[in-house]
């Protein structure tokens, strides 16, 4: 009877220590990484009313199990990739690229999101930051992670970046 007792009470403590993990990394919202580009959650993704807040006109979609939800509201791009270490990122990062910047040149703002805004979509922001300020991946990710502390590019993902790196500067 005492152990089970114990172990309700400690349940109870970590639904409790769940719930309020939970609220915490849902009510945070998409961050800026520059004047037009954030870097957000799928959560983040489904609240209308941020979006237009931070004056959102495109979303670039880095999953492909996250739904666009409000398709005819805002401009979307997909990109179904998964998390994964076999997942090759890296063909996605020109077509990626070029969508920001035709948003930046419209004068919109794009939202690029993942499931958690941990690894898929930091990797893309990441190769956009290589390429467009023409910087290292290692300055890249200090200024995101600054803006965003939980980004967390999985170890292939980091690797297809560290190459990435080395054909935009080296040429």
């Not at 769940?18 to 004047?35: K, M, Q």
């Not at 199990?65 to 996605?92: Q, R, T």
């Not at 803006?147 to 190459?163: C, D, E």
Request: hydrophobic share 40%; aromatic share 10%; with cysteine.
């Amino acid at each position: 009877m005492l152990a089970r007792g114990g172990n309700t009470r400690r349940n109870k403590n970590f639904l409790e220590l769940r719930r309020n993990f939970l609220t915490v990394r849902t009510s945070d919202g998409p961050v800026e990484i520059l004047p037009f580009l954030y870097l957000g959650s799928c959560y983040h993704s489904s609240n209308k009313e941020v979006l237009e807040s931070l004056g959102i006109t495109a979303v670039l979609n880095v999953s492909s199990s996250c739904p666009n939800y409000f398709e005819g509201h805002f401009l979307y791009k997909s990109i179904p990739v998964e998390d994964n270490h076999m997942a090759d990122i890296s063909v996605w990062f020109q077509e990626a690229i070029d969508f920001i910047d035709s948003v930046k040149a419209s004068g919109g703002h794009v939202l690029v999101h993942c499931q958690a805004g941990i690894s898929r979509s930091a990797t893309i922001c990441l190769a956009y930051l290589i390429q467009s300020r023409r910087v290292r991946l290692e300055e890249a990710f200090d200024f995101v992670k600054q803006r965003r502390g939980v980004i967390s590019p999985n170890f292939s993902f980091m690797g297809q970046l560290l190459q990435f790196e080395t054909e935009v500067l080296c040429h």
